[in-house]
């Protein structure tokens, strides 16, 4: 035995680097509980406020008139997700968390958040796409705090100089001939982000939804002109190959760039655009026929994940209903460069600032990735979606086997 | 282990036989005591162990066996499903392409780290002017942090902006996608890999060549060996104990390599740069809706691999040292 054991041992501790890798370990939720102390918890997706920001000093505030201290984190917007999955499972779930409207479904299968009715919060007023995202069975379960969509953000300049008119562009035709004329004067025609995680599928599904495509039946015939689109853009040089590794950041960065005619992205960039040193625009995504395509909304909603001690719903709910209160709305749509949920606020946005005025427009024709009844069907279909992106503008597949082998993958999925 | 067997028995039969009764019986006690106190010097270890290798082992195993949805993650409540995770996973048309990338990963970028640490060490085993510096610049891709490593990586092979394709053009090389094309992303990230993994290999070779006594290589010279003889005959049999730990360890570092493929390609274009590290979690984490399920069983997985060839290690060591 003994003989036999040793090795063993030895073995099992050389590998057992890997264990920490491996496991998914539940140790990372800790540390921030929102147990027996006075302080309430709060998780946001903006890891790039800090403490002296207008966010940070906002929350600060909406916990003071409650009268407790909010203690804030801001984390990655993937790992929020996993990470409230990890603290339900811990019981040290946050008092008020935001997440990206597409988790608030997957949160709710989970059994973590509580509906906004019976936390008595008013969500009547609220646009109906945008809280589409967090409706299930017809309760919401968390406010949006804004909403943001993606257009094209055109480069005047390089346009003027290739000759095109932006106020032509009416379809995938017309869209693609300007293209070609941009490359022909020796300029980039579009960029936009085709990365393997939910980024690319955000930003594939207007194309997808503007050619008729419907997330539960990904090759029809609709899916397929979508994703040869893209692939022909490709093909043609009219977008770069780093399509595939671009995030919308790193997209943005190209189009920053000053060498591209169009970038695809999405409200939270106009305040980039301002400082890029050229002239820029914005129009709404095309569909394949014309008009404008459905965009996915984004954004975040407010969430109130369930506790234990039921008693501290009180005053979750009043931080809740400062974080959404109109005033605070506008103040925080704006540090943010989100469209307000609200069409009062969005008013007062647009008066503001008449740049907002397609995106006001956008996000009223947008739609929720999880609206129509898909709910955690969508990031199972997602995730498909953006592998068949991948394969086929890589070259490993056409559109539609990529696309057959998607919906062959998800639909085996349930 | 001598301690223990210098009052054993056998060793020598007549004193024993003389030996009163009581005072086996009292030597006994006294062995049981000191077995007690080398435990209480494990303990430490032991609960160590027990809480970060044997508790987290535990765990994936359990995740793995078990059918996870969100909810009953949350509640703890997930069903025993036997193997079926593990049938999920064996059959799922990524298995293939992830075990092929894992060995060709980590086979190509051992061999070549191997390579390229030996021929750097036996280079600066010889002292020169600088060689402690160069040696010391030669560290540098150990010491930068993965993500920060990996991202230059990244940009520098962009296929529109990157250096890499703007040497090759200046060359007269037509530029290469090199991330986002299925022919090339493996390559890659290879390339990325054996850069990080040099140092490693040249740092433990460098100290095995120290060790090397000098008048054996005085004696060869005498004998007439020239300097490849000198290597073949003396440097690298002498190497093998050093050459052994860097191999395994080595081959242990890179199969669980994940940050690097993940920043660089995310396993992608397709599945044509995923290992069962990215693979596992991109199931556990990639998605809104994770499966914890499957991600864990190829988690295990990698840890059965990784500790066969822990074993045969063993195995291999015990041998030679027989």
């Known amino acids: 035995m003994r003989h036999l054991y040793r090795p063993f041992v030895a073995a099992v501790l050389a590998t057992g680097a890997l264990t920490s890798a491996a496991a998914c370990s539940s140790s990372d939720g800790g540390g921030s509980g929102g147990s027996a102390s006075g302080a309430y918890t709060f998780w946001d997706p903006y890891p790039q406020f800090d403490a002296s920001s207008d966010w940070a000093k906002r929350v600060a505030n909406c916990g003071a008139s409650a009268g407790v201290t909010v203690k804030r984190t801001g984390m990655d917007t993937t790992d929020l997700g996993n990470k409230a999955l990890l603290a339900a499972q811990q019981g040290n779930a946050p008092d008020v968390m935001l997440v990206d409207n597409p988790v608030v479904s997957t949160l709710v299968q989970a059994g973590i958040l509580n509906k906004a009715r019976d936390l008595g919060l008013d969500t009547s007023t609220i646009q109906p796409n945008i809280i589409g995202a967090g409706t299930l069975d017809g309760a919401a379960y968390g406010v949006p705090i804004g909403a943001n969509t993606l257009a094209l953000y055109y480069n005047g300049k390089v346009l003027k100089a290739a000759g095109v008119d932006p106020a032509g562009i009416k379809d995938w035709a017309t869209l693609t001939s300007a293209l070609q004329k941009v490359k022909a004067a020796g300029k980039k025609g579009i960029t936009f982000s085709a990365i393997g995680t939910e980024e690319g599928s955000f930003q594939f599904l207007p194309w997808f939804w503007g050619a008729g495509g419907d997330l539960t039946k990904m090759n029809d015939p609709g899916g397929v002109a979508a994703l040869s689109l893209w692939k022909d853009w490709l093909a043609q040089g009219l977008a770069p190959k780093d399509?595939?590794?671009?995030?919308?950041?790193?997209?943005?960065?190209?189009?920053?760039?000053?060498?591209?005619?169009?970038?695809?992205?999405?409200?939270?960039?106009?305040?980039?655009?301002?400082?890029?040193?050229?002239?820029?625009?914005?129009?709404?995504?095309?569909?394949?026929?014309?008009?404008?395509?459905?965009?996915?909304?984004?954004?975040?909603?407010?969430?109130?994940?369930?506790?234990?001690?039921?008693?501290?719903?009180?005053?979750?709910?009043?931080?809740?209903?400062?974080?959404?209160?109109?005033?605070?709305?506008?103040?925080?749509?704006?540090?943010?460069?989100?469209?307000?949920?609200?069409?009062?606020?969005?008013?007062?946005?647009?008066?503001?600032?008449?740049?907002?005025?397609?995106?006001?427009?956008?996000?009223?024709?947008?739609?929720?990735?999880?609206?129509?009844?898909?709910?955690?069907?969508?990031?199972?279909?997602?995730?498909?979606?953006?592998?068949?992106?991948?394969?086929?503008?890589?070259?490993?597949?056409?559109?539609?086997?990529?696309?057959d082998m998607a919906q062959q993958a998800a639909a085996s999925h349930s | 282990m001598t301690l223990a067997r210098t009052d054993h028995p056998q060793r020598s039969p007549a004193a024993f036989r003389a030996a009163p009764r009581s005072g086996t019986r009292h030597r006994r006690a006294r062995h049981r005591k000191s077995r007690l106190t080398a435990w209480a010097f494990a303990l430490p270890l032991v609960i160590y162990l027990a809480a970060f290798y044997v508790y987290p082992l535990y765990r994936n195993l359990d995740l793995s066996l078990r059918r996870y949805t969100v909810r009953s993650f949350v509640e703890g409540d997930a069903p025993f499903a036997g193997w079926a995770n593990f049938d999920q996973v064996l059959h799922d048309p990524t298995f293939g392409p992830a075990i092929r990338n894992t060995l060709v990963f980590t086979l190509v970028s051992i061999a070549v780290q191997y390579g390229a640490g030996l021929a750097l060490a036996v280079f600066f085993n010889r002292r020169f002017h600088l060689s402690g510096l160069l040696r010391a610049l030669f560290l540098v891709p150990w010491l930068l942090p993965l993500i920060v490593s990996s991202s230059t990586w990244a940009w520098m092979l962009n296929s529109e902006s990157g250096v890499v394709n703007h040497a090759l053009h200046l060359v007269g090389v037509s530029p290469v996608d090199w991330l986002g094309s299925p022919h090339w992303a493996l390559t890659s990230v290879i390339i990325a890999n054996i850069w990080i993994g040099i140092p490693f290999n040249l740092v433990i070779l460098y100290s095995g060549l120290q060790n090397i006594p000098a008048d054996l290589y005085e004696a060869a010279a005498l004998d007439g060996a020239g300097a490849w003889q000198q290597f073949r005959r003396l440097t690298f049999p002498l190497l093998r104990p050093v050459t052994m730990v860097v191999l395994l360890l080595g081959f242990v570092y890179t199969l669980k390599v994940f940050d690097l493929i993940w920043i660089m390609t995310k396993g992608g274009p397709g599945d044509s740069s995923s290992t069962l590290a990215t693979w596992s979690y991109r199931l556990g984490f990639g998605s809104l809706l994770p499966q914890f399920g499957p991600g864990a069983a190829v988690g295990n997985v990698l840890i059965v691999i990784a500790l066969a060839f822990g074993l045969l290690y063993t195995h291999v060591q015990r041998r030679q040292e027989a």
């Open chain 1, 243 to 403: 399509v595939l590794q671009n995030t919308q950041t790193t997209s943005w960065q190209e189009f920053a760039t000053g060498k591209y005619a169009f970038g695809e992205n999405g409200t939270w960039q106009l305040a980039n655009a301002a400082k890029a040193g050229f002239p820029y625009g914005v129009i709404n995504i095309p569909g394949q026929h014309g008009g404008s395509a459905p965009v996915p909304t984004g954004g975040e909603f407010v969430t109130v994940p369930v506790q234990r001690k039921t008693g501290r719903y009180a005053v979750s709910t009043k931080i809740v209903n400062c974080l959404i209160s109109p005033t605070s709305l506008l103040a925080t749509d704006t540090t943010l460069s989100y469209i307000a949920p609200l069409a009062a606020v969005q008013k007062e946005q647009v008066q503001r600032d008449a740049t907002l005025k397609p995106w006001v427009s956008a996000v009223a024709a947008a739609r929720g990735r999880t609206s129509n009844g898909l709910g955690t069907k969508y990031p199972v279909i997602s995730q498909q979606l953006w592998t068949a992106v991948q394969s086929a503008l890589s070259g490993g597949k056409s559109p539609q086997g990529a696309l």
